[in-house]
């Protein structure tokens, strides 16, 4: 299998969300508002901030909401939710580095509803591994990758900004 090509994913994603929103979607007071799903969607949530020029940015971090919390527990390095801006009403685009089983996303989705009902929720990713388990698609995905079953495809954010993907053996059966 070849390492997926994350900054061209990531390009993709860019320019499907540019030509699906008005140039001042993001821009505007109360417009479009970006959360990523901590990590790997907080690190594109941030990128896609900047380049989208998008005055709004959050992260959500769905450790209490995992349907298996009771097997992980809290990850010691996660980052708390931090939403600068009122949930209620607002449309979101939340974002993530990969899209496999659907959970994290459905995770996120109930993290955002503890803060407020937002007006609608598309989502964004770079990668799209298949394998879902719950009826969860991307409306923005910078392309389809294919990783092993017992495998996991993961983000690294380097010092210069830049993603890349590098697989690791995983424990799933």
């Given at each position: 299998?070849?390492?997926?090509?994350?900054?061209?994913?990531?390009?993709?994603?860019?320019?499907?969300?540019?030509?699906?929103?008005?140039?001042?979607?993001?821009?505007?007071?109360?417009?479009?508002?970006?959360?990523?799903?901590?990590?790997?969607?907080?690190?594109?949530?941030?990128?896609?901030?900047?380049?989208?020029?998008?005055?709004?940015?959050?992260?959500?971090?769905?450790?209490?909401?995992?349907?298996?919390?009771?097997?992980?527990?809290?990850?010691?390095?996660?980052?708390?939710?931090?939403?600068?801006?009122?949930?209620?009403?607002?449309?979101?685009?939340l974002v993530d580095d990969?899209?496999?089983?659907?959970?994290?996303?459905?995770?996120?989705?109930?993290?955002?509803?503890?803060?407020?009902?937002?007006?609608?929720?598309?989502?964004?990713?770079?990668?799209?591994?298949?394998?879902r388990e719950l009826p969860?698609?991307?409306?923005?995905?910078?392309g389809a990758v294919s990783?092993?079953?017992?495998?996991?495809?993961?983000?690294?954010?380097?010092?210069?900004?830049?993603?890349?993907?590098?697989?690791?053996?995983?424990?799933?059966?």
């Amino acid at each position: 299998m070849t390492t997926p090509d994350a900054e061209a994913l990531y390009y993709t994603v860019l320019d499907e969300i540019r030509a699906a929103y008005p140039a001042d979607a993001f821009g505007a007071p109360g417009g479009v508002a970006i959360v990523g799903i901590h990590s790997g969607g907080a690190w594109v949530a941030e990128r896609l901030a900047h380049d989208l020029g998008a005055l709004e940015y959050g992260v959500v971090n769905v450790a209490l909401h995992r349907d298996d919390y009771a097997k992980k527990g809290l990850h010691s390095k996660a980052s708390p939710t931090v939403l600068p801006f009122a949930v209620d009403g607002r449309h979101i685009l939340l974002v993530d580095d990969v899209l496999y089983t659907g959970r994290t996303v459905r995770a996120a989705i109930n993290e955002l509803y503890d803060y407020g009902r937002p007006a609608s929720v598309e989502l964004a990713v770079l990668a799209g591994r298949g394998g879902r388990e719950l009826p969860v698609s991307a409306r923005f995905t910078g392309g389809a990758v294919s990783v092993g079953a017992r495998e996991t495809l993961v983000l690294v954010h380097g010092d210069d900004g830049r993603f890349a993907f590098h697989v690791e053996p995983g424990d799933r059966a």
